[in-house]
């Protein structure tokens, strides 16, 4: 703060901030001089620097392209070969769905076989059954028309004066006829 302090009352006693139009007492004459002598006597080595530093940047700049191009190179081989990826892609994608046709197709048809097979051997046992039960019902008709037959026998016949009734009596019915 002292230092703060100071520079206002340095300022005060000089009477405040002025330009000094001095050009001796200002050093710019030898600012100037110092300039021009190390542009003079830098020349060669300042030239020199310049010079592999413009050559550097330009190959650098050189490097830069030609790594550009290899790059567009590459990535115009890279797009090829995708798209090149993508055909194949779809043409393998159409071969699996062709296979899977195919293979839908034969499976159905596989199928459509076994469902005939067992329909057909179903039908078979269906009619081999209908046919067993059709021969047990008439065996069962045939017994009971017989059964009804020897029972309406027995009660026809069953008094034995009755049948040799029925016997005479049909024997001069045919008598009766043939004469």
């Known amino acids: 703060m002292e230092n703060f302090n100071q520079i206002f ?3 005060a006693e000089n009477e405040g901030i ?3 139009t001095d050009i001796l007492e200002t050093g710019i004459i030898n600012i100037a001089a110092l300039v021009g002598i190390l542009i003079y006597a830098g020349r060669d ?6 010079e592999q530093r413009k050559t550097s940047i330009v190959q ?3 490097d830069a392209e030609g790594r550009l191009e290899e790059a567009n190179r590459r990535l115009s081989e890279a797009q090829k070969q995708l798209s090149q990826a993508h055909i194949v892609i779809s043409e393998i994608k159409n071969e699996t769905i062709s296979a899977k046709k195919v293979l839908l197709e034969s499976d159905a048809y596989q199928a459509k076989k076994d469902l005939t097979t067992r329909f057909s051997r179903a039908l078979a046992t ?8 059709f021969l ?4 069962q008709i045939i017994l009971l028309v017989l059964k ?4 309406r026998a027995q009660q026809t016949f069953g008094p034995k004066e009755r049948a040799t009734a029925l016997i005479t009596e049909t024997i001069n019915k045919l008598e009766g006829d043939l004469l």
């Open 9 to 11: 009352t340095l300022l």
């Open 18 to 20: 002025g330009l000094n």
């Open 45 to 50: 080595f300042l030239g020199s620097f310049l």
């Open 60 to 62: 650098g700049v050189q």
């Open 126 to 133: 269906f009619r081999s059954k209908e046919r067993q039960i």
């Open 136 to 139: 047990e019902v008439k065996e």
């Open 148 to 151: 009804r037959t020897v029972a």
